[in-house]
């Protein structure tokens, strides 16, 4: 794993975006090119001046968009070139707070979107760039801005953004219809079909009943939706009951997305309470990945390493970890699956990854 955030120094005052490359081949005025590279450290050169990274060597930093931040010191990876899943993160503030929250949410934000829409300008051809938070439509109008302005300069890119939609309105309906919003899809928590249960998860009163409209807005849009929904203890017998609601009411959206618990954020601390281990019990996710599937809703599994899911499952077991954040247990070593396999998160416990794995 390499980490996001470097040690750096740099000439300039404010933060900026740049591209990091090692040859002068083919750059272009924003690019910061390579003047010395050693195992532990580069210097580039831009148009604002030095930019000293510390601990990386220059060649697995070449063609990555970064932000750097002379006054602390710091260079931020924001898009890495040879990533299949790139995320960036436009606030840390959100108004829900839901118990297994990944990224608690923080009070502040600091506005970033003209340094993000810079970044996203830079970013190579065709890539499909996420979006995350917090919640990115507490802003919207900058959220839809960057992804607008950024789309008109380069209609080659996608975004993915993540969104509890509470904030979508039927004034929007016309905005999200445009033939722009083909190239944006949005990913959407819904934990349950019974209001009472969403909002006990996401720690919010009404929430349910607002996801609803916001669906019904994106539905009016044509927009693209990709249900979420995370297990849980809490919600696992409710997951038969939340694929006849997809089915009945949700059909229109591109996939459903069952993930496994991540160990990270408050996760972390609550996972005896929190984590449904499905080895021991697969029923209720086969149920409802049957009556999904037999109803046209593409289900797949997020986070499940393949050989923990049952054979005729196994297919919809996607490699769902990004390759930077992920790891495998020793055993996988032998494992005739390891390329389409999700594997761990960087973060969860080597004993319980251990315990979990049965090559393939
Ligand atoms: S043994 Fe490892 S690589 Fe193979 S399916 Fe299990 S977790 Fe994936």
Redesign the pocket.
Known sequence: MIPLMRPALADAEGPYVTRLRTSRIGTASDDAILIEGADDGSVFSGRLGLVVIDGVRAEDLDGDIVLVDPRRGRVERLLRVGSTTNTLLVTERCDQLCVMCSQPPKKTHVDRFDLLEEACRLAPDGMLIGISGGEPTLYKERLLTLIERTLAARPDLGFHVLTNAQHFEASDVARLGRSAYRRVSWGIPLYASEAALHDNIVGKEGAFAKLEEGLAHLAMAGARVELRTVVLSDNIDAFPALAGYVAARLRFVEAWSIMQLEHIGFARNRWEQLFFDHVQRFGPIAEALNRALLHGVRAQLFNF???TVPAAYRRLAIASISDWKRK??P??LR?G??SA?S?FFEWHPDEQAALA????
């Open positions: 390493p393949r050989c495998f247990a055993a996988c494992c699956e390891r396999c594997g794995v049965q090559p393939l």
